[in-house]
């Protein structure tokens, strides 16, 4: 990874975009759009950067469980989808000239060999802390620490990233 890049845990649900879907797209890469809590826009507007790593997060199925890994290769700007009628996340309010709604340009790296669950992650004492795991904690797109994502991979079956990360 790039000297001074963060890491992040980002969700979606499978049958919305799974990872499989990211890695079919042309260059494995596609917005990551349709965010639609302020909390999760301001770090896609203000914090995620363009080298940054992502564990990507099946939501909302039996087993939830990081599936893989991607990049950032653009970071924050004004989501399209917010201002498109057609949109299930079409949001009258937000405007060219000022949109309320961001989103980040996402690259496929690699599937975890071993997806880990919310139970896999509760049997690392260092990964007990992460966001997800916590009660309440809905948010789409959260931070990971360094070490937590160098022991997701690891205890997912990376030893070591790809080179294209």
Request: proline share 7%.
């Amino acid at each position: 990874m790039a000297e001074n890049c963060r890491y992040w845990l980002m969700k979606s649900e499978p049958g919305c975009f799974s990872i499989d879907d990211l890695k079919d797209c042309p260059d494995g890469i596609s917005p990551w759009d349709g965010v639609r809590n302020y909390q999760a826009r301001n770090l896609l507007r203000d914090e995620i950067k363009a080298g940054d790593g992502v564990l990507f997060y099946h939501s909302n199925i039996r087993e939830p469980a990081i599936v893989g890994v991607a990049r950032v290769v653009r970071a924050g700007y004004p989501d399209h989808t917010a201002r498109d009628p057609q949109s299930e996340h079409f949001d009258p309010r937000s405007t060219d000239a000022a949109p309320i709604w961001y989103m980040v340009d996402v690259q496929y790296v690699a599937h975890l060999v071993r997806p880990l669950t919310r139970d896999d992650l509760r049997q690392h004492p260092r990964l007990m802390d992460m966001a997800v795991l916590k009660r309440g904690n809905r948010l789409s797109v959260q931070p990971v620490s360094e070490e937590q994502w160098r022991d997701v991979l690891r205890f997912g079956g990376m030893s070591e990233l790809p080179d294209k990360i």
